[in-house]
């Protein structure tokens, strides 16, 4: 008694969908689109570090000096207005200090004690002051 085991004949009319295969393809042409963006974003003259390195500071030598030159500008002119006032604060002191040298003439000739203590008290005053 032998029976036969019945199989089922199988037509391909229609293909199956392989979704292994179709995220594979995807991925692939994913990859692929992206080293192409990546090659269009590098230049070609760039092949060593070297010259790369050379290309980023010849782009950047502009601006530098651009900034440089500003803030020298600027330096010179907060030197410019530091300068106008140390003159006139030399102005000042050599001012004062003749008319202390006047005042010291003036008292050093009359004999009162009170003018003379006065004289000591603008010494010291103006000694504070040069500080």
Known sequence: MSKDIKTRTVFKDVKTIDKAKIASEHIHHATIKSKE???????????TPHDYAVNKTSEKVPRYTKNIVINARVNEKCYRNHKKEKNTIK??????????????????????????????LQRIVLSKLDE
Do not use: D, G, P
């Open 37 to 47: 963006q990546y090659e269009e974003h590098t230049s070609q003259k760039e092949h």
């Open 91 to 120: 102005a000042l002191q050599k001012e004062y200090q003749t008319v202390f040298h006047l005042l010291c003439n003036k008292i050093s000739k009359s004999k009162t004690k009170h003018i003379k203590h006065n004289l000591f």
